[in-house]
């Protein structure tokens, strides 16, 4: 499956793409730039992308899995515990989309604070 790179300047994420609606469409709208927001732990951020929500979006989400929040639109990705998460859980504002899964921790994403600028492009 294809590979897309978060790359937030001081650091770099790789993350692989599920087989799903809203990863062809966040593909298709890359490469693409934004300014990051945190809440807790998490990173999110507009993302020029409409889709739905699909049948299996969830707002508690195992860190690591990369999510389209429609609401947003926006990328989320949460590393930890959010201001509603219910004991160690990683839960999002309302249900996401899970599309893609990261390459390596994303606990290292504590270090990102909000205004940072995020690339996001496709890797071959």
């Known amino acids: 499956m294809a590979r897309i790179r978060f790359d937030f300047g001081t650091l770099k994420l790789d993350a692989e793409l599920l ?6 469409a966040v593909v298709a709208a890359l490469p693409l730039t934004s300014a990051v927001l945190t809440w807790g732990e998490e990173v999110y951020f507009d993302v020029p ?31 930890g ?4 998460s219910k004991g160690d ?7 996401c989309n899970v599309f893609a899964k990261a390459i390596g921790s994303v606990k ?12 996001v492009s496709k890797l071959n």
Request: proline fraction near 13%; aromatic fraction near 4%.
């Open 19 to 24: 087989d799903t609606p809203t990863a062809k």
């Open 49 to 79: 992308v409409d889709v739905p929500r699909e049948p299996d979006a969830r707002a508690v989400i195992t860190p690591g899995e990369i999510a389209y929040w429609p609401q947003g639109p926006a990328i989320a990705i949460g590393f």
């Open 81 to 84: 515990r959010t201001p509603i």
């Open 89 to 95: 859980e990683t839960r999002l504002a309302s249900p």
């Open 108 to 119: 290292v994403l504590s270090k990102i604070k909000t205004g940072v600028e995020v690339k």
